[in-house]
Nanobody, 126 residues
Framework: QVQVVESGGGLVQPGGSLTLSCAARGFLLDNFAVGWFRQALGKEREGVLCYSRSDGNAHCADSVKGRFTISRVDYKNTVFLQMNNLLLNDTAVYYC???????????????????WGQGTQVTVSS
C-alpha cells in the first residue's frame, strides 16, 4: 500500500522558515515523483507548488520560487520542502503526493493516480 506521511508543520512568524518532510511508507520512492501542494482555509487546493521527479529534476511554481526548495533523500525515503521567508498567505495545510512515474502525464495525474498524505498545518502569524 502506497502511503506518505507529512510532518514538520507548525507556527512561525513572517520571515521565518520551516522544513516539511514527506516520508514514504511501504514502498520506495525510487520510481515516484513527489509533489507538494497546499490548501488554505476556505479555498481550493492549489496546483503543485514544487515537485521532484525520480530522475532528479525538480521544479517550483513561480509563486514560491526562490523561497521554497524541494529535495529528496533516497536513503531516507523522504522528500523535504524547505520554506524560507514565509509570508502570511503561506498559511495552509500542506500535502504531499507520491505519483508512480509510469502514470505521470500532466498535473491532473496527481489527483487521478497519486497517493495523498494527511497534511500538515503551517501557520504564519505574528
Amino acid at each position: 500500500q502506497v502511503q506518505v506521511v507529512e510532518s514538520g508543520g507548525g507556527l512561525v512568524q513572517p520571515g521565518g522558515s520551516l522544513t516539511l518532510s514527506c516520508a514514504a511508507r511501504g514502498f520506495l520512492l525510487d520510481n515516484f515523483a513527489v509533489g507538494w501542494f497546499r490548501q488554505a482555509l476556505g479555498k481550493e487546493r492549489e496546483g503543485v507548488l514544487c515537485y521532484s521527479r525520480s530522475d532528479g529534476n525538480a521544479h517550483c511554481a513561480d509563486s514560491v520560487k526562490g523561497r521554497f526548495t524541494i529535495s529528496r533523500v533516497d536513503y531516507k525515503n523522504t522528500v523535504f520542502l524547505q520554506m524560507n521567508n514565509l509570508l502570511l498567505n503561506d498559511t495552509a495545510v500542506y500535502y504531499c503526493n507520491a505519483l508512480d512515474e509510469d502514470y505521470y502525464d500532466d498535473e491532473g495525474s496527481w489527483s487521478k493516480f497519486g497517493a495523498w498524505g494527511q497534511g500538515t498545518q503551517v501557520t504564519v502569524s505574528s
